[in-house]
Each structure stands twice: as C-alpha cells, then as structure tokens.
C-alpha cells in the first residue's frame, strides 16, 4: 500500500495567515493526488483534484502543487471558514489511501 | 442537482451485517464509479473500496476483502455496501462517494453522501 504522511497533524494559525501542509507519499503517485477539507459532522468536500487542479466553487486563495512523492496544500490568506481538517488522498493505485489529516485550528 | 443520498442510521451486534444504500441523482448513473469511505469516530478517513456501476466490477481494500460486498442496481441508480461479521471496531461513519472523472476510475471524489452512522454494540 501507498503511505501517506502528512505534517504537520495540527497546525495553529490565525485569519489572514498563510498556511502550508505537505503530504509525502511512500512512492511515486504520478499527480494522482487531491487534498479534501472536512468539517466536524460533515461528509469531506474536495478542494484540488491532480495534484494542482482547483476544484469548480473553491475559493482560489487554495492552492495545490507538487509531483512525485511530495505534495502542498496552500491557503493563501486564511480565512474563518477554513478551520478544519484537510486530507490528501493517492489514487495512483489500490488501495486509495488518505493521510493522516492536518488540523488547522486557531 | 448531482447528488448522492445514504440510508439511515445503523444499529447492529456484533458479528452481523450491515447493508448501507447510496442513490445518485442528478447525472449519469453508470458514468461514474462509487466508493466508500468509513471514518471512526475522532479518526481519519478510510478507504474501502470501488464499484463500476456500469459493469459491477469492483475493487476492495485488502483489510475489508473477505467481509464486504459493494454491489449496484442500475434501474434504481443505487450502490449498496454490507459488511459481514460486524466488529465493534467497525463503528464509524460510511460515505459513499462519486468518482469525478466520468468513466475513469483513476479519480478523486467530488459528491459525497450526507454518511451512514453504524454503531456497533453488544
């Protein structure tokens, strides 16, 4: 199976910073990659799909890029709607795995 | 709209099976593969395998082979998952998921249902 190890699991921010997470993937997954945010009680919703392609209705201030093994999830200005948790997930091979999850909390 | 609705809750004894259902409206049923996602409780996302709606072909997650089945029912545009021999370790949450690149089954989820609460308890 494909690891995917995301950091930071939990990162403290504040509105108008800019955020960074990264997903590092136990080998190569060929941009088949998308990062998800998930609020509590929610079903997760997709931001970026392909490693860097915006998802139709997702503000642009996120931002995904990366290839290979390593990939980022930007917030470009954080905004109060984007305390949640963010996923990345491989589907290069079976099984799909997730990562981890990042928190991002004020 | 593109949407894809869950069963209800689920409450079950160990050791039996659960069959959760998941209808899609709003586009073409056999176009795109489902998947399902289980999620336990304060923890992560867990992938449990794929279905073509299409042809029934299906995909599953080594952990989940020998208990789960995902089957589909085309005339009503529904996927269904039932996991056998229940453990309490399997409590969670259960999304199904539409693949967003029609046809591909190499592609990230952009619907997601609402998700089907199963607990599991003696």
């Known amino acids: 199976d494909i690891q995917l190890t995301q950091s930071p699991s939990t990162l403290s921010a504040s509105v108008g910073d800019r955020v960074t997470i990264t997903c590092r993937a136990s080998q190569a997954v060929n941009n088949w990659l998308a990062w998800y945010q998930q609020k509590p009680g929610k079903a997760p919703e997709l931001l970026i799909f392909?490693?860097?392609n915006l998802q139709s209705g997702v503000p642009s201030r996120f931002t995904g890029s990366g290839s290979g093994t390593e990939f980022t999830l930007t917030i470009s200005t954080l905004q109060p709607d984007d305390f949640a948790t963010y996923y990345c997930?491989?589907?290069?091979?079976?099984?799909?795995?997730f990562g981890g999850g990042t928190k991002v909390a004020i | 709209q593109v949407q894809v609705v869950q069963s209800g809750a689920e409450v079950k004894k160990p050791g039996a099976s659960v069959k959760i259902s998941c209808k899609a409206s709003?586009?073409?049923?056999?176009?795109?593969?489902i998947q399902w996602v289980r999620q336990a409780p304060g923890l992560g996302l867990e992938w449990m395998g794929i279905v073509n709606p299409d042809s029934g072909t299906t995909n599953y997650a080594p952990k989940f082979q020998d208990r789960v089945t995902m089957t589909t029912d085309t005339s009503a545009r529904t996927v269904y998952m039932e996991l056998r021999s229940l453990r309490l370790e399997d409590m969670a949450v259960y999304y199904c998921?539409?693949?967003?690149?029609?046809?591909?089954?190499?592609?990230?989820?952009?619907?997601w249902g609402q998700g089907t609460m199963v607990t599991v308890s003696s």
């Open positions: 998921a539409r693949g967003r690149n029609g046809g591909n089954s190499r592609t990230s989820l952009d619907i």
């Open positions: 392909d490693a860097s």
């Open positions: 709003g586009y073409t049923f056999t176009n795109h593969y």
């Open positions: 997930q491989q589907y290069n091979a079976y099984p799909r795995t």
